[in-house]
């Protein structure tokens, strides 16, 4: 484990903490504390994000955080992921399901998008097209563009939230470089595979993000036996940052239903 790093707070039932693609355990910031007066809280950087390593061999994220929870022997532990994140703690909730006692997505279903919105695939396009030039600063102003989703712009967030994404990913994507190999393996069949996760799904969607997103979490709540989405108004991709006090709220209301 010497080549991840991750947070490890609080005293209680494990409550992991899993951040959005290409951001790191810091957009978190506003949960951790408030969470760790009554969890054990733990928050992971992402096998190539933020502090942790890069790959050098083939992967799954799963795999890793599944390594993760069994070093800190934890036991059965709820897994809250935004996007990418999201994805991680359905896969482990898939693949490694005797580690997972619930799962809290936000804008995310499983690790096999499907994207039709016009507005997302455009803005995906873009950011995809910068990192293949290796133009970093554009990447980073278009991937952040996802904070905002397609109904606004990213000068009617506030400041700090829009300075914080940037750094962020401007801190993982400076990690890696223009045409490197993608070392992930991908799981499949995950969406029929979903309708058997046996534990408690819930999902906390940004009234604002794209249809995508929405779609998708709302999607996995509906396939799985025991699911439930709840909405925060005024949010879009990164409810949990946006406005943080609800969010805690709706997480905290949620986990005293599991």
């Known amino acids: 484990m010497n080549d991840l790093f991750w947070l490890d707070t609080g005293t209680g039932k494990p409550l992991v903490l899993l951040h959005g693609g290409f951001l790191d355990h810091r957009m978190w910031n506003d949960q951790i504390p408030a969470l760790a007066t009554h969890y054990r809280v733990i928050a992971p950087d992402a096998r190539g994000h933020g502090r942790s390593a890069n790959a050098t061999e083939p992967f799954r994220h799963t795999d890793d955080l599944a390594a993760l929870l069994r070093h800190l022997d934890t036991g059965p532990a709820i897994l809250v992921g935004v996007s990418m994140g999201g994805s991680i703690a359905v896969d482990t909730a898939l693949e490694h399901p005797e580690l997972v006692s619930a799962v809290v997505v936000s ?27 290796g133009d970093l600063n554009a990447a980073v102003d278009a991937f952040t563009l996802f904070a905002a989703g397609p109904d606004r712009t990213l000068d009617e967030l506030a400041p700090d939230v829009v300075g914080r994404l940037r750094e962020m990913t401007h801190s993982t994507l400076s990690k890696h470089t223009a045409g490197e190999p993608d070392l992930r393996i991908p799981i499949r069949d995950t969406w029929n595979r979903a309708t058997r996760i046996d534990v408690p799904v819930r999902a906390i969607n940004g009234a604002l993000d794209s249809p995508d997103h929405i779609t998708m979490a709302e999607r996995l709540t509906r396939a799985a036996p ?21 969010f805690n709220k709706a997480l905290e209301d949620l986990l005293r239903t599991l």
């Open 107 to 133: 804008g995310a279903g499983t690790s096999e998008p499907d994207f039709t919105d016009p507005w997302t695939l455009r803005t995906w396009t873009t950011w995809q097209t910068a990192m293949a030039a």
């Open 226 to 246: 025991n699911g439930h989405t709840v909405t925060i108004d005024g949010t879009a991709h990164y409810p949990n940052m946006e406005r943080p006090e609800a």
